[in-house]
Structure formats: structure tokens, C-alpha cells
């Protein structure tokens, strides 16, 4: 009969790997047993011989559902990890003793063999409740102090044995999930007992091991019976690079740890781990322009074991270390701390995964696309960087004449629709080669490999699976967003998924009635055309569904702008304006026709808001469709003093909307404007004050600047006036709202000199 040693270890734990090697290495078993599923054991054994560098992961997922899955992480300190490396390295046999992931799997579509949660025994947290009667708030803490920072004595692992036994033998309850899982390590067992090995070594987490190291007192065919007839799911598995943030507890992974970064430092250097932690924390800060001397970093160790001499701790905790820092390195300052924290408590550490490993057919396809496009270069690498970045151009570029440069960028809008959000284009520079240069800025994560996986479902290329992403639009998707999917999928070269887009464009356009959807549909429909040109696309179809969408807004237009508060005009002169923009670019024939004709009648219709009235009424004269006389006229009659000083303010905004050039340029209307100003009274200043600073606020300093110099000028007197019909009002040059936008005009020059 074999002999059996089951070492409990703490998943990660870097106390329960350095004892667990000192085990093996004096044991010296020929066969070791790993709580892995046994259905990846060639990927288990791969992982031996692959050039892996941790932190990665094992994901494990269901063929036909890919979002569902399990992973499986190893950091360099996980004891399981350093078993498996050991094994490998004194040719001891490997086996993954778990149940399956494929039946795992199925489970969670069983909804009678899913764990009860509404049970009291199974919410019971036994560990936790040993780390309060020992005095700790937080169990991670009391496990790391009582077994992880302990002397490296592998006789600790049968006293984890006994404390485990006594806690499930308490009626601490196992969900059937465990049970299950627990009966198919123990049938893999007992085939490896009866092989006739010298010494047989089983890693579990520490909760399995009573139930593992008793395996006699379970009847082999009561477990059989158990696992006999459990549902299967197809499943792959595929290595992929992880990272210490991922393998944080904070992440939400179930057994994850608090401080990654620290047990790796723990791992390997242990008594003198805390030295390593400070000294690297004083060069962090040095690195980051503090005042940090070696003498610092001395006193807070020196300090740090104070504190844990004083807790009858053997060496400082990370909290010791937290504190010493605190005080010493940090001189008080949170914020100093929390920099050391990211880095020497959680971490920064990406895994790497060499080419040769298991993977999903998308994944290979994206390596073969980076490396033909030249981005391979960039995969992986961590940090902000420019694409295609020089000495001379640190913003980098892409020319899309070039064949080369258009495939980078359809290769990251194609990532962007599988919300792989690598690259984010950068807005071009004045002299930047307009159209035809994008800017990008890449910065890589490493969750970025398991989005790849998420993404396979929608297919086994790239391009496949942006193609397939993009048609499943959400049925409520509005004009906007379906435009918007259009647009990126013109720019991804998706020109199958495109065309259908366009189709549901055209129902949904047909369909609407809604003004507003109309308007924030038509100016992305109006970028993809001018877009479309400069990537050579046909987009016909687009033309002509915009010279049908137009002119039933224009129609819509002035009902949609009556009777409206000042929050929903405003939502809807914003629309409008990028509409009209858009439309006049295009130069189409509707114009005339139909969108100018709404435009007239936004200006003359009573009950339209008073901000598009003004805006209309600036449009038109913009384009000489209405004289100065005219426009001056409809100022007069906008700031008469029948109308309501919040309709004039709005009016005027409207009428001045973005730009202060139509009063320099035309002094009869500044003269209206003016002499209005100095008619309030100091009520309607209370009123309007907010109001015209923002609309004084958005022109550009030189106009301001100039307006400041009329402004300084006494007002004219009516008879100066009276070639504007303007009313009689006040000319005092002392009026209060007067002298406070000239006090904001000069304050705002200020703050731009």
C-alpha cells in the first residue's frame, strides 16, 4: 500500500508554497495529486513544459456558451504552481484529481444541484469566525499570521489537517457542489493507491483535506453512485496571460488575496520580506521626486518590527509595514501611501503565454493579424503609446492611403466593436493630412485576453466576429446609435454588416416620428457620407435616405419647437445646429426646397421658443436671406420691453449663439444690444445675469476684447438711434448689469493672458 500525505494549503498562499516545497523536497513522492479538474489535466502538463510566466490562467468554457467559464490563475507563489513545477523537475507523476469542468459546468444549468444559499449552515463562514475568537477583524489576516508567515515546518500541514477536521466535524456544511467534487478526488484516489506508488502527495485547498485524507471512512461506491449520470457541457481550455490585479480579491475572485505583490516579495525572501517592501517603497518614492533617504526606509523597519514585537509576532505584518510607512516614509500622507499600496500591495504584474500554447481559433487569428499589420509590437506591452510614434512625430499617425496603415486601423475599430478598447483615436491636429490621418493611442490591459475569449462566440476571425457583433443591434437601438454602428463598421471594413445596418436605418427612419431622434440621426448619417469619401465607400444608400429623412424634419421642425422650457430648447438648438451644419455641407437640393423654408418659419412663427427664434434669425441672416434692416428690425422687436427679460435673454443667446462677430461687425445691432443692457432694471439683473454671462462667456477673446472697448464708450443717445426704431430707455452708462458684464469681460481676458 502507498504511502498518502494530503498537504491543506491556502490557494496562493506563499507560506503553504515554501512549505510545501520543503515537503516535497523531503519526501520526495512519485506521485503528486493536484486539485485541478481532471478534465485539463494535458493542459495541466502542458503547463509544465510550456516557457509560462506567471501570473496566468487556465480558462476553462463552455463550446457553445464562452461566457460560460471557469479560470483557474497561478501566481509564481501559488503552491499548487511550485508542486506542479517541482513534480516536472524530478519526474514525479502529475494527475488533476478535480471534477471535471465539463460537469461543473452543467451543474450550474441544474438549478436542484446548485447550493442553497438560503441556508444558515451554508452561509456560515467557520474560518472567519476562528479569526474572531483569535481577535482579527479579517480572516485573511489571521491565516496569514498563524500559518503563512510561520516557520517553514511541513508538520503545520497536519495541524491545518486536525483544525479543518474539527471544523467540519462541528456541522460545518458543504455545499453539494464540494461534496461532489470531494467524491471525485477521492475515486481518482484510490486508482492512484492501487497503482502501487512509493508515495502518493495530495495539494487541496485546506477545507478539502479532512475529506481527502480520510478516504477509507468513504465507501467507494457510495461516490460512484454520486458522480454516476452528471450532465456534461463541450468545454475548451486555453492558457492565457493574468495579472496581480485580476488575481486580487478586490477583482471578485472568490479565492483570490488581498496583497499579491507582497506575497510574492513574501515568497521569496520571507524573514527579510519586509526589508525588500520598504526599501522598494523609498525608491518608489524617490522615483516619484520625494525626499526618501536610506535612513527612512531604515527607521520604518526598524519600526515595523517594533509593532509586531509588540503584537508577539515573529515578523511584520503587511499592516506593520502599512503603519511604519505611514509614518515614517510617507510622513503622514495618504496619498503617498496609497502609491505604495498599488504597487507593493496589489501590484502591476502582467503573465505571459508563448505562442505555442492552447488556444481559441480567434486568438490565433489576432496574433497572425498583429503580426502581418506590425502591431504585434505593441500587444502586451503595458502603458500609454503613441502607434507609430518618432522623435519627430511623438504623436505618431496613420496615412490611410497606405494599404498598410488602413489595415491598423481597421484592425483596431474591428477590436473596438468586440469591446477590446485597445486603441482610442486621438482628435487630428490643424496640421495633420486631414481625412486621411488618424491618431491613435494604445494602452494595452490585461484583461484584453479574456475579452478575446468573451469575443470568440461571435466567431473564429476577427473580422468574423466584429462582422456577426455589429448586425446584433439591440431592437430599440435609436437612429443615432444604428448611425453610429454604421459609421464604425465603414470604418472596420465590414462592408456585409454595414449594408444591413443601412437596411435597418431605412425601416427604423420610415418608422419615427420622433423630431428628436430625427435630428440626432441625421448628423451622423451626415458624417458616415462625408466619412464614406474619404475611404472611398459607397454610400449611396445613406445619401439617399438622408434626402428622405430631411425634409419630413423640416416639416416636423416648428410644431416640435412650440410651447417648449428653456432645458428642452436647449437639448433641441443643439440637435438642429448640427443638423443645419451638416445638411449645408452637403449642399443637397432639399435645401432650398424644404430645410431652408423651416428655417423661416422657426424665425416667424409665434410660440417657438425664443432661443431658436434668435437662432433662426441669425441663420438667415448669416446667409443674406433676410437684410441687416430686417434682422435689426426683429432685435428691435425680440428686446422690446413687452416681452419677458427671460424670452429676450434666451433670444438673444440664441441670436449670438457661439459667436460675438455679428455685433462688432454691425453696429446698429450692438447699439440695440446695449442700450437693452442698460435698460434693466436691477430685478431683471438678478434674473438674466447667469444667463448672458454664458452667453458672453462662449465667445473667443479677441471678440471679447473688443466688445470690452465698445463697452467702455458712453451709449448713444436716441438720436444716434433713431435709424433702428429703437424704444426710449434708459442711457445711463451706470447701469449695474452693465458694469458687471464689463467687470466679467476684463476678468475673463485675464485668466486667458
Not at 506563499?14 to 512519485?30: I, M, V
Not at 433641441?572 to 443645419?580: E, G, I, K, Q, S
Request: with cysteine; aromatic share 8%.
Amino acid at each position: 500500500m502507498s504511502d498518502l500525505r494530503v498537504f491543506g494549503i491556502r490557494h496562493h498562499g506563499p507560506g503553504s508554497a515554501r512549505r510545501l516545497l520543503q515537503a516535497l523536497e523531503q519526501w520526495q513522492p512519485d506521485a503528486v495529486l493536484i486539485e485541478f479538474p481532471a478534465d485539463a489535466q494535458s493542459e495541466l502538463l502542458q503547463a509544465g513544459h510550456l516557457q509560462l510566466e506567471p501570473p496566468v490562467a487556465l480558462v476553462v468554457y463552455d463550446q457553445q456558451d464562452i461566457q460560460q467559464a471557469y479560470y483557474y490563475p497561478f501566481a509564481r507563489f501559488s503552491p499548487e504552481w511550485q508542486a506542479l513545477q517541482w513534480a516536472m523537475r524530478e519526474g514525479a507523476v502529475v494527475q488533476a484529481i478535480d471534477l471535471p469542468i465539463t460537469h461543473q459546468l452543467a451543474l450550474r444549468k441544474r438549478p436542484q444541484l446548485q447550493v442553497n444559499k438560503t441556508d444558515p449552515q451554508l452561509q456560515r463562514d467557520p474560518l472567519g469566525e476562528m479569526a474572531r475568537i483569535a481577535g482579527y477583524d479579517d480572516r485573511e489576516q489571521w491565516w496569514e499570521i498563524t500559518f503563512e508567515q510561520t516557520e517553514d515546518d511541513f508538520a503545520l500541514f497536519d495541524a491545518i489537517n486536525e483544525l479543518i477536521s474539527a471544523l467540519r466535524a462541528e456541522g460545518n456544511v458543504s455545499s453539494q457542489e464540494t461534496l461532489l467534487r470531494e467524491a471525485h478526488m477521492r475515486k481518482i484516489l484510490r486508482k492512484t493507491m492501487k497503482a502501487n506508488y512509493e508515495r502518493v502527495a495530495v495539494v487541496v485547498g485546506a477545507w478539502h483535506s479532512p475529506a481527502i485524507l480520510n478516504w477509507k471512512q468513504h465507501k467507494a461506491t457510495t461516490d460512484n453512485q454520486a458522480l454516476r449520470g452528471l450532465p456534461k457541457v463541450k468545454t475548451k481550455a486555453a492558457w492565457i496571460p493574468w495579472s496581480y490585479p485580476r488575481l486580487a480579491k478586490q477583482s471578485g475572485y472568490g479565492a483570490g488575496v488581498h496583497s499579491p505583490a507582497w506575497y510574492e516579495l513574501s515568497f521569496d525572501y520571507q524573514k527579510e520580506a519586509s526589508i525588500h517592501w520598504m526599501v522598494k517603497a523609498a525608491q518608489l518614492l524617490r522615483a516619484e521626486g520625494m525626499d526618501t533617504s536610506p535612513a527612512h526606509a531604515q527607521e520604518a523597519v526598524r519600526l515595523a518590527q517594533t509593532l509586531a514585537a509588540l503584537r508577539e509576532q515573529r515578523i511584520p505584518s503587511l499592516q506593520d509595514l502599512r503603519n511604519a510607512a505611514l509614518s515614517t516614509l510617507c510622513e503622514g500622507s495618504e496619498e503617498r501611501l496609497q502609491l505604495i499600496e498599488q504597487l507593493l500591495q496589489l501590484g502591476d504584474k502582467v503573465g505571459t503565454v508563448p505562442e505555442n500554447a492552447t488556444v481559441v481559433p480567434l486568438q490565433k487569428d489576432l496574433s497572425q493579424l498583429l503580426k502581418t499589420s506590425r502591431l504585434n509590437k505593441y500587444w502586451g506591452t503595458t502603458g500609454e503609446q503613441w502607434l507609430k510614434a518618432t522623435k519627430a512625430n511623438p504623436r505618431g499617425g496613420l496615412d490611410l492611403r497606405t494599404d498598410s496603415d488602413l489595415l491598423k486601423s481597421q484592425l483596431l475599430y474591428q477590436l473596438q466593436i468586440l469591446d477590446i478598447h485597445w486603441g482610442m483615436r486621438q482628435a487630428n491636429r490643424a496640421n495633420d493630412l486631414g481625412a486621411f490621418k488618424e491618431i491613435w493611442l494604445l494602452h494595452w490591459q490585461p484583461e484584453f485576453s479574456l475579452n478575446v475569449l468573451e469575443a470568440a462566440m461571435w466567431g473564429n476571425t476577427v473580422f468574423e466576429a466584429a462582422d456577426q457583433k455589429l448586425l446584433q443591434q439591440d431592437q430599440d437601438a435609436n437612429m443615432a446609435q444604428l448611425a453610429e454602428a454604421v459609421l464604425l463598421g465603414l470604418r472596420a471594413g465590414l462592408k456585409r454588416s454595414v449594408q444591413q445596418v443601412i437596411q435597418q436605418l431605412q425601416d427604423r427612419s420610415a418608422l419615427t416620428r420622433d423630431v428628436q431622434e430625427l435630428l440626432v440621426g441625421l448628423p451622423a448619417l451626415i458624417k458616415i457620407i462625408q466619412y464614406g469619401d474619404a475611404r472611398k465607400t459607397d454610400v449611396t444608400a445613406l445619401a439617399v435616405l438622408v434626402e428622405e429623412m430631411a425634409p419630413r424634419l423640416a416639416t416636423s421642425l416648428p410644431g416640435a419647437a412650440m410651447g417648449i422650457d428653456e432645458e428642452a430648447a436647449q437639448l433641441l438648438l443643439r440637435d438642429f445646429l448640427a443638423t443645419h451644419r451638416g445638411l449645408c455641407q452637403l449642399e443637397l437640393p432639399l435645401l432650398e426646397d424644404h430645410w431652408w423654408p423651416a428655417v423661416q418659419k422657426l424665425a416667424d412663427i409665434p410660440g417657438i421658443a425664443s432661443l431658436l427664434k434668435g437662432l433662426a434669425t441669425r441663420l438667415l441672416f448669416d446667409q443674406e436671406r433676410i437684410s441687416l434692416t430686417d434682422t435689426a428690425r426683429r432685435l428691435d422687436f425680440a428686446l422690446s420691453p413687452g416681452n419677458e427679460p427671460l424670452d429676450v435673454a434666451n433670444w438673444l443667446a440664441g441670436f449670438l449663439n457661439g459667436s460675438g462677430l455679428l455685433l462688432l461687425h454691425h453696429p446698429p445691432l450692438w447699439k440695440l444690444v446695449d442700450q437693452w443692457v442698460a435698460g434693466l432694471d436691477m430685478d431683471s439683473l438678478q434674473e438674466l445675469l447667469p444667463l448672458l454671462r454664458r452667453t458672453f462667456s462662449s465667445f473667443s477673446p479677441i471678440e471679447r476684447r473688443r466688445m470690452l472697448d465698445l463697452v467702455k464708450q458712453p451709449l448713444p443717445t436716441e438720436t444716434a438711434l433713431a435709424e433702428t426704431a429703437s424704444p426710449k430707455v434708459s442711457t445711463s452708462t451706470a447701469n449695474p448689469l452693465r458694469t458687471q458684464l464689463l467687470t466679467d469681460i476684463e476678468s475673463w481676458l485675464k485668466m486667458e493672458a
